[in-house]
């Protein structure tokens, strides 16, 4: 009875100390919801993403494969193990149709069922006589009537009265034995003790689509299958056959299209249950395909992912922590004096501890029903983020569902924010009255990270990752994903941390240094105001680190988005050279192509010299197409050009020089030696025979304006074609020199060397507005064959929505905009609370004769300072940071990335308007603190002799 007076008590006084201090209240609730949210964010975006990815790949494969991933083909083969009697083979049947397909709690698109037997003597009777056919099993098929079309006669059904069987035999089987509906057939098995069947022929079937997904084998290697009822071979046949069944095989086709992240799991399970199970009932009997890869490719994605994630969102997890750890830290000071009185009083720690612990429990609670919907926005928001601060809320997100892994982790997230906010708690439980009033002077020494050099220790580290990026090549090498390493982000963490921490050593100094310059011509306002942030600094400290973090990271990461962005744009832009290419081949003039299947392989090839082997549309016919508003023609040919004693494999790239320029995005005049593409273009028009080549190749020998003669082949033809060099080129638009010397030159000028045209491609610009698959379309529509597309936007995206680097940047936007919220919240809060702790003192300062503007002057410039000080040092180190750790991101995109080159630089235009967000959020909160101050009454301060 007494522990529950007790229980009781404690949580009568934590809901009334709650409702006492509301305002840190709801400040500590925030910080919670944000910590469980963040939390329950990354698994939810990590399944949603992998679950996109998934349902791509249902769909790619059904494209390529004509089967989707999530299709079960189970198969029994007697050649492998034994022929089956039906008997053997019935309980699984009835085990598969009536229990565990319906059991996988998906929908089914087909279920087929197909038993035959061994190859079987078959006979024709006619006039007595039996002839010899071929041989063929007997068998049935079941679920896949409405996919055959019966050709001749009438599908064939069982009954008991008939002595003889009814059968279907494939169009193909009766074209090649020349059965035909009303024969009669004797099916006869071989052994040493041969049963016969008789059977007529009751139908001729087709398949009505060979294509069809629902077929499990393609529809042509069942052209020898005499297929009877079901019926009929589960009786007569079954009972006059021994050892009947030589292959049994279940082929079922399950949507995946509405599959969640929480049925993955469970999915995976009873597949695996069905598929021992089986194979304990007919052991042989193998799940040949099924989901199993695929689910585990999901859960494996799914870990790692959200793994990834919760690395770089470390560091705003820590934030949200360390705001929680202020609150707390606010909140036990302004009730420190109280914890001191009730400890003369005689109530254990462990009471106080208690009351609040269910504080935060209570806290805790609200948040958690609050934060999981907010972690569902956070993870819809990340699922169309684009970049860092750049979200496309038009685009088309992600589905998002609660789930268990989201609990958990919010959960983990809450239990780990109420531990750190309870130890403010633990502290000054350990304190007394006499601690208290000398806190309340001045701090009695500096804080523990201090005292042990922490922020030294730490840019240990940092300096030793930096020194490794700088003699390794950088963060990334090889193949790796860039956005799938965590020091991406936790190695500028670190310097960040290590460096806001040293500045939070050196700004008291330079405070204190700048106090006693203001008391040289004694100015009141800013030596009060430098006074005391330079001897009060707990009062500040804690708000002015989340200014400089939040600062930092956000500037390091706009840098680091920028250089990324900048790079991905620059090699996908120069990868296609135009904004789309249009892979297209022309009309075959009277035959076929060399090597496109169907041509005769040893038919002689006409002279191109003689007669057209290739027709072409106009390349101005492009323009009719919606959306196109340039077109010029590019071809890629294959040479080998004469250098010095020997010769050297280069790529021709013939190209209509008063068409290019207006399909080229970018052309940097460093590619073509410091030449613009416009006076490159008119070096072409001056030299019909001018080419401009690799710069590679002059070191061989070769001047500007040297011949260069170079054997291209085209399509099976060879000739020699002379070129005149005109100009040297390090890069070209679409083509990597990795591959081989560039030579660039007039196309038709290779035409009329080669004696015809020959297939190329056709590079465009377009309306952005008007959809890719919409501009193909009416390509085609004009008669031209485009075979491939390329395209600078579509490539743009599928790389934007990369579940690695989405999530990155999508982390990275949510921590800061939350992180920027805490930040601006924490300094309100802390610059009320200390304003209202310096009550006296500000009272004095008025009594003494210091005008009301002198005070609010004074508490102005305090705040401006802090602002300031955060701001430049929050700046300082991300860009520092930037500096030493962006230049070694060696990210690319392209078939080689890195080319073309693009140097990092400093997101100043980002961060123009991040600091004006900042500025005008504080604006606002140093005019809501001003009319909460408004109402403080100094002279009462000072009366009573406190202002907690």
């Not at 005499?226 to 007569?236: G, H, K, M, N, R």
């Not at 304990?280 to 793994?307: C, K, N, W």
């Not at 990340?382 to 609990?407: C, I």
């Not at 070769?702 to 060099?725: H, M, W």
Request: proline share 6%.
């Amino acid at each position: 009875m007494r522990r529950m007076v007790a229980l009781i008590s404690v949580l009568t006084a934590a809901l009334k100390r709650l409702r006492a201090n509301l305002g840190l209240a709801l400040c500590a609730w925030l910080a919670a919801v944000i910590a469980v949210a963040l939390a329950a964010a990354v698994p939810a975006y990590a399944e949603a993403a992998s679950l996109r990815l998934l349902q791509d790949e249902i769909r790619q494969q059904e494209q390529r494969q004509g089967r989707s991933p999530f299709a079960l083909l189970l198969r029994y083969i007697g050649a492998w193990n034994t022929p089956l009697e039906w008997e053997r083979v019935a309980p699984a049947d009835d085990y598969l149709r009536h229990e565990s397909i319906p059991g996988l709690d998906l929908p089914i698109t087909s279920f087929a069922r197909h038993v035959r037997t061994a190859p079987l003597r078959i006979f024709l009777a006619a006039d007595g006589d039996a002839v010899f056919l071929k041989n063929a099993p007997l068998g049935f098929i079941s679920g896949l009537d409405d996919r055959m079309h019966i050709v001749d006669g009438q599908m064939p059904t069982s009954s008991a009265d008939d002595a003889m069987l009814a059968v279907m035999i494939a169009r193909a089987f009766a074209d090649e034995t020349g059965v035909n509906v009303g024969d009669t057939l004797s099916i006869i098995a071989p052994g040493t003790r041969p049963a016969t069947l008789q059977a007529r022929v009751a139908a001729i079937w087709a398949p009505v689509n060979r294509s069809d997904p629902a077929w499990f084998f393609p529809p042509d290697t069942l052209n020898d299958l005499i297929l009877v009822p079901e019926a009929s071979f589960t009786d007569p046949v079954a009972g006059t056959l021994r050892n009947e069944v030589d292959q049994a095989l279940w082929f079922v086709r399950l949507s995946g299209e509405g599959v969640t992240g929480a049925q993955v799991s469970p999915l995976l399970s009873r597949v695996e249950s069905v598929r021992a199970r089986v194979n304990s009932l007919i052991p042989g009997l193998r799940l040949e395909q099924g989901p199993a890869e695929a689910l585990r490719r999901y859960q494996d994605r799914v870990a790692s992912l959200t793994t990834q994630l919760f690395v770089f969102s470390a560091p705003i997890l820590a934030l949200t922590l360390y705001f929680a750890t202020l609150v707390a830290a606010l909140l036990v000071r302004r009730q420190s004096s109280e914890i001191a009185l009730m400890k003369s009083r005689g109530v254990r720690s462990a009471q106080i501890l208690g009351m609040y612990l269910v504080e935060w429990v209570i806290i805790g609670g609200v948040a958690l029903a609050a934060g999981l919907p907010l972690g569902l926005a956070f993870a819809s928001v990340m699922s169309r983020v684009r970049s860092f601060l750049e979200v496309d809320l038009s685009g088309a997100g992600v589905p998002l569902s609660p789930g268990a892994q989201s609990l958990t982790f919010a959960l983990v997230v809450l239990v780990i924010t109420v531990g750190a906010s309870l130890t403010p708690a633990f502290v000054a439980t350990r304190r007394t009255l006499v601690d208290e009033q000398q806190q309340a002077a001045r701090a009695a020494r500096p804080p523990l990270w201090q005292r042990a050099y922490l922020d030294l220790l730490l840019l240990i580290p940092a300096a030793y990752g930096v020194y490794q990026l700088q003699i390794g090549g950088g963060l990334f090498q090889g193949n790796a994903d860039p956005f799938s390493n965590p020091l991406l982000v936790l190695t500028p963490a670190l310097l960040c941390f290590a460096l806001g921490l040293l500045a939070l050593r050196l700004i008291p100094l330079i405070l204190e240094g700048l106090a006693r310059l203001a008391a040289l011509p004694a100015w009141i306002a800013p030596l009060v105001t430098l006074r005391a942030l330079a001897r009060q600094t707990d009062n500040y400290r804690g708000a002015l680190l989340l200014l400089i973090l939040t600062l930092s990271l956000a500037t390091y990461s706009a840098t680091m988005a920028d250089t990324l962005d900048g790079a991905m744009r620059t090699e996908l832009t120069y990868q296609v050279g135009a904004m789309t290419q249009l892979f297209e081949t022309g009309e075959s003039a009277g035959q076929a192509r060399p090597g496109q299947p169907g041509s005769p392989p040893q038919q002689p090839r006409p002279d191109i010299r003689e007669e057209a082997r290739f027709l072409f549309v106009p390349v101005s016919e492009h323009l009719q197409a919606p959306g196109v508003q340039a077109a010029a023609r590019v071809g890629r040919y294959e040479a080998f050009v004469s250098v010095g004693a020997g010769s050297r494999q280069a790529q021709v790239i013939g190209i209509d020089r008063t068409d290019f320029p207006k399909v080229i995005t970018r052309f940097d005049r460093a590619w073509g030696g410091g030449e613009s593409l416009g006076g490159l273009m008119n070096l072409l028009a001056r030299y019909p025979n001018g080419a401009l080549v690799s710069r590679d190749l002059l070191g061989d020998g070769l001047r500007i304006g040297d011949a260069l003669p170079a054997t291209l082949r085209l399509y099976g033809d060879q000739r020699e074609v002379r070129f005149r060099i005109v100009a040297a080129i390090d890069l070209w638009p679409g083509v990597y020199p990795q591959d081989g010397p560039i030579i660039v030159a007039n196309l038709n000028y290779i035409f009329d060397e080669m004696g015809g045209q020959y297939p190329y491609d056709v590079w465009i610009t377009r309306n952005q507005a008007v959809p890719i698959d919409e501009v193909v379309a009416g390509v085609r529509g004009q008669g031209i064959p485009v075979i491939d597309v390329l395209d600078v936007a579509t490539l743009i995206a599928r790389e934007q929505s990369r579940p690695q680097r989405q999530g990155l940047f999508g982390v990275l936007t949510i921590g800061f905009l939350t992180a920027g919220v805490l930040t601006l919240l924490g300094f309100l809060v802390a610059g009320f609370i200390t304003a209202r702790r310096r009550a006296i003192e500000l009272g004095m300062l008025r009594a003494l004769g210091l005008s009301e503007s002198g005070v609010a002057a004074a508490l102005l410039l305090e705040q401006l300072l802090l602002i300031g000080a955060g701001l430049a040092a929050g700046s300082g180190i991300g860009a520092l940071a930037a500096l030493l750790i962006v230049p070694f991101m060696q990210v690319g995109v392209g078939p080689y990335p890195g080319v073309p080159a693009y140097p990092p630089r400093l997101a100043w235009e980002s961060m123009a308007g991040i600091y004006a967000a900042f500025g005008a959020t504080l604006t606002l909160s140093l005019l809501a603190l001003g009319a909460s101050l408004a109402r403080v009454r100094l002279f009462q301060a000072v009366k009573l002799g406190d202002a907690n």
